[in-house]
């Protein structure tokens, strides 16, 4: 069953990329006060033009967007953030954090990248393969516009033509739900995807905070959508759906068999992070090492917080260990 997005006044704006997500999904909304585009995907001339040929097959241009609403700060939905907004006048709205956490996330400096070689390196990774990711890393940056401004902060609760304003971290700190309850419909961005499982990526946080067990909020946050009333839901990747109450069942379902799988085979000495990763990921390579990382230790640290397992750091590298009877 197909969603009849013209009952709901959604156009919908797939663009075609690179990676295994498959297309990634903008969302033309004509049925509020004016113009709305939901994400903005790559800072690519396909993007561009895929985007002036929806507007133009609904009689309108670039100049008539009112406002891009993000539902979070991740590469490939914020790419055409400034070209709309200058050519358009449009506002910017979405999360309070975006500008913050995207200058986390997406810096190119090298302090990120000592940043990120710390960490990897107290998660056991060896340093051959923390060089070939740092290495890689540059090549990411033609996808990325990094949006530093927000004109409109949507906070949790809030309310703009019809939607509600649900924050929802896990994916990622700035993950959003806009909910249009009398229309029956949702802008679900990557918190909900019906054939991907959504996985948390980690994260620098901010100075002065502790970092967050983010798979752990990302399960609270998926308990707390599965209440909600979303009705079809139009997410970031992927074809609209309904019933995401089976949806997040799948991803908790998901993430279940990994906790099993890493529990079977966990050895009484313990492992690392990385080691974990690689049991989980045998083909593991510098290409996809961050998101596998982040998979391995968002597992790792939901069975701790299950009192399942219980870690120590050992010359400055993390290692996990199962509950035994001692303990």
Known sequence: MSAPNEAFGLQTVPIATPFPFGDANMYLYGGGDGLTLFDAAFPTEES????????AARGNTVRDIRRVVLTHHHFDHTGLVGRVADESGAEVCGHPEIPLRAGLAYSFTEEHSAWMAALLAGLGTPPDLVSGMLERRPLQRPFVYRVD????????????DGFRVVHVPGHSPTDTLFVHETGGFSIT??????HITPNPIMRRPPPGEEGVKCLVQFEESL???????????????GK????????????????????????????EIGATPYETA?????????????????????????LESQGLLHSSSDGGVLRYFPITEKD
């Open 48 to 55: 561009w033009l895929a985007l002036q040929e929806a507007l």
């Open 149 to 160: 401004r927000l004109d409109r902060a949507l906070p949790d609760g809030a309310f703009f």
């Open 189 to 194: 961005g990557d918190h909900v995807l019906e």
């Open 223 to 237: 308990r707390l959508c599965r209440s909600l009333p979303l009705g079809w839901c139009f997410p970031g990747h």
């Open 240 to 267: 609209p759906f309904t019933n995401h109450a089976a949806v997040v069942d799948r991803i908790l379902s998901r993430h279940g068999e990994r906790n099993r799988r890493i529990l079977a085979w966990l050895p």
């Open 278 to 302: 690689r049991h989980l990921y045998p083909r593991m390579g510098t290409d996809v090492l961050f998101f596998c990382m982040s998979v391995a230790v968002g597992q790792l640290e939901l």
